[in-house]
T-cell receptor
């Protein structure tokens, strides 16, 4: 059973369009994270989200990106105006149980910007 | 600054051989956590192990073992008697906040039958 589910599994969009990637945790968790992985490269941290607020973000997470948990369940990553370089796999993750710090990743959404 | 280096980009071994994946890290923090993740061809990231900076005990789990040495800032991963199903990209990662993970560039392991 996946730790989190992500939809869609693959999204193709045109440059300049807005996209929303969704993450649905299987059970109640407070900490969520978004990462991206450009094809063939390392996994890069974007943002962490705790109790409906951003707790930490990287330099990559600029004004084009936003996160929210609109209905208390789904956790979304929005890219306002996509660029070609936003093409990547986007992973949602949730924290482990207890003070263990490991993160459990969803299956990812492959975003292709054309 | 946090940094994780996986110098081995690609490794190929013949099935049943042992293989060690290297991971070297840099951090100024005294408390930190190290991880290994596996990314099979299907693309998901699978958590394998976590190590705290204050616990240098090596760990063995089946065919997997991990060697954590603070003196050399290394956290190496050994697969004994490799199998074709071990073929994947393996990432080493570091965090000191529990939020942002710093991943290495990964080592692509191919196990040849």
């Amino acid at each position: 059973e996946p730790e989190v589910t992500q939809t869609p599994s693959h999204q193709v969009t045109q440059m300049g369009q807005e996209v929303i990637l969704r993450c649905v945790p299987i059970s109640n968790h407070l900490y969520f994270y978004w990462y991206r992985q450009i094809l063939g490269q390392k996994v890069e941290f974007l943002v962490s989200f705790y109790n409906n607020e951003i707790s930490e973000k990287s330099e990559i997470f600029d004004d084009q990106f936003s996160v929210e948990r609109p209905d208390g369940s789904n956790f979304t990553l929005k890219i306002r105006s996509t660029k070609l370089e936003d093409s990547a796999m986007y992973f949602c993750a949730r924290e482990g149980l207890g003070p263990t710090y490991e993160q459990y990743f969803g299956p990812g959404t492959r975003l292709t910007v054309t | 600054a946090q940094k994780v280096t996986q110098a081995q980009t690609e490794i190929s071994v013949v099935e049943k051989e042992d293989v060690t994946l290297d991971c070297v890290y840099e951090t100024r923090d005294t408390t930190y956590y190290l991880f290994w993740y596996k990314q099979p061809p299907s693309g998901e990231l699978v958590f394998l192990i976590r190590r705290n900076s204050f616990d240098e005990q090596n760990e063995i789990s089946g065919r997997y073992s991990w060697n954590f040495q603070k003196s050399t800032s290394s956290f190496n991963f050994t697969i004994t008697a490799s199998q074709v199903v071990d073929s994947a990209v393996y990432f080493c990662a570091l965090t000191y906040t529990g939020n942002q993970f710093y991943f290495g560039t990964g080592t692509s392991l191919t196990v040849i039958p």
